[in-house]
């Protein structure tokens, strides 16, 4: 299990913003648009005759252009396809600022043990760098049923996505059932059990419409309430947004520093008996709370 909440590799993921691998204009601007991350697409954004050559392109971007400041990772092209093989090993080989890998359609444990052995590989024969991480789209009925498995699959993992187009496909939804808030509620609470209980990020999937309007307001409250970290976005217009929403406000980050203060105090007196601040219990599911409240706010979770 990845402890996505260690704040040696703590990563904010408020807004993580889709950018298709065949459109080098988009790239060459995408660092540059205010999202915490950005995911290049190798998936759905290309076609299968332009596999390769968006590959290469995609290659390329994060070798010449200047990343810092966001989060990069990588959509490959899903496991049983005749590409990801050829992704993973040439993004794995690569001397780039990639942080993850976010696999496609993952439907069960053996997924993602297909895509660690083939980074375990290359990474083993290239230059010594940090382990890339992966991320699990959950996105097919299977995926869904499986969540809990797949959650404990990989020390690689950080991060559990909900993926709603493909998986309205999955479950035979109609676009009135799809575009149902409600009806995803039961769904999105698995994965976001599934990515808890492993002391993962869960992430939202993105509202499909292009612009904030008065849909993608209502998907973003219903995915921050629930508990998600952050929301895929698929047009720029909805990163700030996104900034704005899943950011915990000044009181809620005074108490989670609070939180682990108090706790961090405790154990350097020796972490004799329970503790206790205004009342409460402090345990290690409100420790994982405060830092995830720091992390969100980009700040250092102390104490963690």
Not at 79 to 101: F, N, Y
Not at 119 to 130: K, S, Y
Not at 227 to 248: M, S
Not at 260 to 279: F, I, P, S, T, Y
Request: overall charge negative.
């Amino acid at each position: 299990m990845a402890d996505s909440l260690d704040a040696s590799h703590a990563t904010r993921r408020r807004s993580c913003l889709v950018v298709p691998g065949s459109a080098p204009e988009k790239l060459a601007k995408a660092a540059a648009l205010g999202a915490d991350e950005i995911v290049i697409d190798l998936e759905d954004a290309v076609v299968p005759a332009a596999k390769a050559r968006a590959r290469a392109a995609v290659l390329d971007a994060l070798a010449a252009q200047d990343w810092s400041g966001v989060v990069v990772s990588v959509r490959v092209n899903p496991p049983r396809t005749p590409w990801c093989h050829e992704d993973l090993a040439a993004l794995a080989g690569a001397a780039t600022p990639l942080r993850s890998i976010v696999v496609p359609k993952v439907e069960s444990a053996g997924d993602l043990a297909f895509v660690e052995r083939l980074l375990d590989g290359v990474e083993a024969g290239a230059a010594p760098r940090e382990p890339l991480c992966v991320q699990a789209l959950i996105e097919t009925a299977a995926g869904v049923a499986r969540a809990q498995e797949i959650a404990a699959a990989s020390a690689r993992l950080e991060a559990l996505i909900v993926g709603y187009a493909d998986l309205a496909a999955s479950l035979g939804r109609t676009p009135a059932g799809a575009a149902d808030l409600a009806a995803w509620d039961p769904l999105r609470e698995l994965v976001l059990l599934a990515a808890r209980a492993q002391g993962l990020q869960a992430i939202d999937g993105p509202y499909l419409g292009l612009k904030p309007d008065a849909g993608f307001d209502a998907a973003v409250a219903r995915a921050r309430d629930a508990g998600f970290d952050g929301k895929w976005a698929i047009h720029p217009a909805q990163v700030a947004p996104l900034n704005v929403a899943f950011a915990p406000s000044e009181a809620e980050v005074a108490e989670a520093r609070r939180v682990l203060v108090a706790l961090a105090q405790a154990e350097r007196d020796g972490g004799q008996g329970a503790v206790a601040l205004d009342g409460r219990m402090l345990d290690e599911p409100l420790r994982r709370g405060a830092v995830r409240t720091l992390i969100r706010a980009g700040l250092e979770p102390d104490g963690a």
